[in-house]
């Protein structure tokens, strides 16, 4: 069975930039969790979706936070414009039904903003 | 909103030794609860999970963990470690709405 696929792996840019982060979930996976790693600390959800409807974005800082789901399968997460304090890493996670009896990780990116 | 509290942020055994970590949260209604893992180089991947039953709960390598509801606890526990053990665990709570918090992780060092 194929994992949570995510690109990039790495991205560096500069304060203001804008940036993009790409998902593929686990096939038949009916929710994808977007979460954001900062050094030091446990994973922090930004937004989680169910298919293609959002069930949870509280904690998305949706001035300069997007995400979009198309198809209910795909999901790409943005930043624009980037900020210091959201060097961090970008996992992006899926399981079967929104219950969450267990979700499956990607690799994540490593976002570095300079 | 629940939150989850790992108690430890770096451990340091030596092969053989035990291990328990903590971890408690707070949140008024059912939980499910997790323990991940992190191996060095790898993505996050489940250890063990608790859903209801039985509160002592068995997971992958050795691991368990034991449920206790009147101390909001779910101690990850191993009799005897390994140095592939070295990893960074978190503890996980979902609500049954599934929203999901993790604690800020335990970092294991084993040393050979």
């Known amino acids: 069975e194929a994992g949570v696929a995510q690109s990039p792996r790495y991205k560096i840019i500069e304060k203001r930039q804008s940036v993009a982060f790409w998902c593929n979930p686990i096939?038949?996976?009916?929710?994808l969790y977007w979460y954001q790693q900062i050094l030091g600390q446990g994973p922090k959800l930004l937004i989680q979706?169910?298919?293609?409807?959002?069930?949870?974005d509280s904690q998305l800082p949706k001035d300069r936070f997007s995400a979009e789901r198309l198809k209910g399968v795909d999901s790409t997460l943005k930043i624009q414009p980037a900020k210091l304090e959201d060097s961090a890493v970008y996992l992006c996670?899926?399981?079967?039904?929104?219950?969450?009896?267990?979700?499956?990780f990607g690799q994540g990116t490593r976002l570095t903003v300079v | 909103a629940q939150s989850v509290s790992q108690h430890n942020h770096h451990v340091i055994l030596s092969e053989a030794a035990s291990l328990e970590l903590g971890c408690n949260y707070s949140y008024g209604g059912t939980v499910n609860l997790f323990w991940y893992v992190q191996y060095p180089g790898q993505h996050l991947q489940l250890l063990l999970k608790?859903?209801?039953?039985?509160?002592l709960v068995k997971g992958i390598k050795g691991f368990e963990a034991e449920f206790i509801k009147s101390k909001f606890s779910f101690n990850l526990r191993k009799p005897s470690v390994q140095w592939s053990d070295t990893a960074e665990y978190f503890c996980?709570?979902?609500?049954?709405?599934?929203?999901?918090?993790f604690g800020d992780g335990t970092t294991l060092t084993v040393k050979p």
């Open positions: 979706f169910q298919n293609n409807g959002v069930v949870d």
């Open positions: 096939s038949g996976h009916a929710t």
């Open positions: 996980a709570v979902a609500t049954n709405a599934g929203k999901s918090t």
């Open positions: 996670a899926s399981s079967l039904d929104s219950t969450y009896t267990e979700a499956f």
């Open positions: 608790y859903f209801s039953g039985d509160p």
